[in-house]
């Protein structure tokens, strides 16, 4: 069976465009990365334009075999009355949908959204919500013209996020956040690249908190590559959460510093119901030394977390340290961004998932349900006992 062409409604997406509120990049980068990968593999990708409240008709989706969406795209289909066909329909979802969660008007499972069993539903995050189907990212390679030489880089760190509400207690958010900055400061120079117009100010609040943070302009896609090239550690505060330039970090070989919460998280108006316990979940399965997830309120752990950092760093950045002595696994990360765990977020890894996405649209039966029988059965749709 050849499925050549896919519709493409990243209906969220649209809804945010021009807002001035945070909201996730890493969602953007998501659906950029699916276009380009489907293309990739040899499909015609038809893009949906965003055309206010003008949605996909039912001859709008018959030419295609495959279908990518998400929650507003379902809705916005109930409301004009034509719902993304279940039988070839994935929705990109960055949290996850465990099922959970029932009676929610916008992500309970209740109808339309039970006419699409939960492993349709495209995560960011790897293994998080395991009934799901796990798609993240493809974070960019390092570039294979370097050769066999080492990239120069500096003893410092960059800040992770471009907007920081939450180094300011005022707005709801605990104080472990700007005190982890202040204290990273102690370790290495940080610098901070960050929209110095954002509504909330994240510029004048690293200056408060923080006043030694180099701050810069938000940077071009090259110019962060190579700021993250030339620099030994990527630092979080705990927020925002699974953003995926921590990979893109790793992928280029700088080490990655994130906070464990000091107690479990469920999030708020989210369909799931797990706890989360850090910034990125999976960076919590990277190892060490190149990613680190610290107690953000041991402060003599986190001394002794650079102290490692800087033993790594030196014994390959070192000149008098004879080359006998280097570790090669350490070298090879940081000349090519090889770790353990890469190929989860690696284009090869992104492309094979989103083949995999490819290969399993077919015509849902029962069994796709099998879960959600035994949980709410009252809410599924009567294809979904069918045998």
């Not at 030419?63 to 994935?90: E, I």
């Not at 080490?255 to 990125?280: A, G, M």
Request: aromatic share 12%.
């Amino acid at each position: 069976r050849e499925i050549t062409s896919a519709l493409v409604w990243p209906q969220a997406a649209y809804l945010h465009f021009g807002v001035k509120r945070v909201w996730s990049l890493g969602e953007y980068t998501q659906w950029a990365d699916l276009c380009a990968a489907l293309a990739t593999l040899g499909l015609e990708v038809t893009l949906w334009p965003f055309k206010g409240k003008k949605y996909p008709t039912a001859s709008s989706y018959e030419p295609h075999r495959l279908v990518y969406t998400d929650y507003n795209g379902v809705h916005a289909g109930k409301g004009a009355g034509v719902l993304p066909p279940p039988d070839k329909t994935w929705l990109l979802d960055t949290f996850g949908t465990d099922g959970t969660v029932v009676q929610h008007d916008f992500f309970g499972r209740i109808s339309p959204l039970t006419e699409y069993p939960l492993h349709r539903f495209l995560t960011l995050v790897p293994g998080y919500s395991s009934r799901n189907t796990f798609l993240g990212v493809a974070a960019v390679a390092q570039s294979s013209d370097r050769g066999s030489s080492l990239p120069p880089r500096r003893w410092q760190c960059v800040l992770w996020s471009k907007v920081h509400p939450w180094l300011a207690e005022s707005n709801g958010f605990p104080a472990y956040h700007w005190k982890l900055l202040r204290e990273y400061t102690k370790y290495c120079k940080v610098i901070a690249t960050v929209d110095s117009k954002d509504t909330y100010q994240t510029a004048e609040l690293i200056r408060n908190c923080c006043p030694d943070v180099e701050i810069r302009e938000v940077q071009s896609p090259k110019d962060f590559q190579e700021l993250l090239l030339g620099s030994a550690v990527y630092v979080g505060v705990g927020e925002p959460l699974i953003a995926p330039s921590c990979f893109e970090a790793l992928s280029l070989g700088t080490h990655v510093v994130q906070p464990r919460f000091p107690e479990p998280r469920q999030l708020k108006n989210k369909p799931i119901t797990q706890n989360w316990t850090s910034q990125h979940p999976f960076l919590e399965q990277v190892p060490e030394p190149y990613a680190f997830t610290v107690d953000p309120l041991d402060f003599e752990a986190l001394a002794t977390t650079f102290r490692t950092l800087r033993h790594a760093f030196d014994s390959i950045y070192t000149e008098e340290r004879p080359v006998s002595f280097t570790d090669k696994a350490l070298r090879e990360f940081y000349m090519s961004g090889e770790y353990p765990g890469r190929e989860e977020f690696s284009i090869s890894g992104f492309l094979k998932r989103v083949a995999g996405t490819v290969t399993k649209t077919r015509t849902l039966d029962a069994a796709d349900w099998d879960w959600e029988r035994g949980d709410h059965p009252q809410q599924l749709p009567l294809r979904a006992f069918k045998k």
